[in-house]
Nanobody
Framework: QLKLVESGGGLVQPGGSLRLSCVAS????????MGWFRQAPGKERGFVAA????????YYADSVKGRFTISRDNARNTVYLQMDSLKPEDTAVYYC?????????????????WGQGTQVTVSS
């Protein structure tokens, strides 16, 4: 079983920045592609960003491209999401996810393990 624990959420003003972290434990971290998803109230969980096992390739939803950066530190079993130029519409619970198959990086079904989520609120 792979355990994922997110941190770094909070309240930030529009235009501000936050960095989310997700620490993995229990299995070999480098076996998994890693992704970030988010879910706003009344909406389905949606793809934000993902990275390959080595971290050399990254993918982003169009809505965050150019503002968010995903990265991973395999020595620390950690994946990050740097969020800049935040907008009120970025408000959501953000979830870290790990997928062993690595086939479908941008859908919920492509992942096998999930964290508990961390709240990000963008408001003045």
């Amino acid at each position: 079983q792979l355990k994922l624990v997110e941190s770094g959420g909070g309240l930030v003003q529009p235009g501000g920045s936050l960095r989310l972290s997700c620490v993995a434990s229990g299995r070999t971290f480098t076996r998994y592609i890693m992704g970030w998803f988010r879910q706003a109230p009344g909406k389905e969980r949606g793809f934000v960003a993902a990275t390959t096992r080595s971290g050399d390739i990254t993918y982003y939803a169009d809505s965050v491209k150019g503002r968010f950066t995903i990265s991973r530190d395999n020595a620390r079993n950690t994946v990050y999401l740097q969020m800049d130029s935040l907008k009120p519409e970025d408000t959501a619970v953000y979830y870290c996810a790990a997928g062993i198959r690595g086939l479908y990086y941008n859908i919920v079904e492509g992942y096998d393990y999930w964290g508990q989520g961390t709240q990000v609120t963008v408001s003045s």
